[in-house]
């Protein structure tokens, strides 16, 4: 770039007073014409230098434009691969937890025994105790295979007992023994009521709790319902069943022309 006192030279040399002796002052306007000349020519190299580094600049700016582009391209890569693990960790979560709850196939969870129980012989206190509550023949053989208290630390006074989990020996018996419960409706022991559920994963208790609310208009109105495996809502109105494996689907379905909304109107 041209420094400014030359700029200042040039300027000087313009505004130069002549002194009318034609030799000398012609001797004045040739070195004025080389000093011009010469600043000219420093200009012109100022002016190459930076169109050089205007070209290079322009050159880092195209570079960096792609590796802006090749990381974009890049990150988008790397969402897609992302996504595509998340569907795959979400594939193999559900075949872990539906692995799980095959494992519990047998089990049941009942709650509503006091704590202590267990000290005894618990199989034989289930074995002698849920037909009787339950309403089954004395006979019943319910081949309990393992009976035990739910981990946790032991409740204070007050506070709910911790839920048995039995393994059957065999499903027909754990069928068995739901449905007496659910004719029963609310066995009781001792005055204690009893409760009788599936033994199933975390994950699928949460998955069953979202049914609650159409759950309660149900049964409030005398609605046929059942949850069935691994979370599926049936609903059985006049003489059809539907089924739904999402909340949102059966409320969808209650509240719809032609579904229940005349009878449930609209579910919270």
């Known amino acids: 770039m041209l420094p400014n006192s030359d700029f200042n030279k040039m300027a000087a040399l313009l505004t130069v007073k002549y002194t009318g002796n034609m030799p000398e002052d ?3 306007i040739m070195e004025l014409l080389t000093q011009i000349t010469s600043t000219v020519s420093k200009l012109l190299s100022s002016i190459e ?3 050089e580094t205007n ?3 322009l050159s880092r700016m195209l570079d ?8 974009e391209d ?4 790397t969402d897609s691969q992302l996504e595509d693990l998340k569907r795959q960790i979400t594939i193999l979560r559900d075949r872990i937890d539906d692995q799980e709850n095959r494992g519990r196939r047998n089990n049941l969870r009942l709650l509503g025994f006091p704590e202590g129980l267990e000290q005894n012989n618990l199989i034989k206190f289930l074995d002698e105790t849920l037909p009787q509550i339950l309403g089954l023949p004395e006979t019943t053989s319910l081949d309990i295979e393992q009976a035990h208290r739910s981990l946790g630390p032991r409740p204070t006074a007050g506070q709910r007992p911790r839920p048995f989990i039995i393994k059957l020996l065999h499903y027909q018996t754990r069928e068995l023994l739901l449905k007496a419960a659910w004719d029963m409706k ?3 022991w001792e005055g204690q009521k009893i409760l009788i559920f599936p033994d199933i994963s975390k994950n699928l208790q949460e998955k069953c709790k979202l049914f609650l609310p159409i759950k309660k208009q149900l049964q409030l109105r005398g609605i046929k319902y059942g949850i069935f495996y691994p979370a599926t809502l049936k609903i059985t109105y006049q003489g059809t069943t539907e089924s739904f494996t999402s909340p949102e689907e059966a409320a969808k379905y ?6 229940l909304n005349s009878i449930i109107g609209n579910i919270d």
């Open 74 to 77: 890049g990150l988008l890569k």
């Open 186 to 188: 609310s066995p009781t």
């Open 55 to 57: 070209e290079n600049i």
């Open 254 to 259: 209650a509240a719809g022309e032609g579904g």
């Open 49 to 51: 230098d930076i169109k």
């Open 26 to 28: 012609i001797k004045t």
């Open 64 to 71: 960096m434009e792609q590796r802006v582009s090749d990381a």
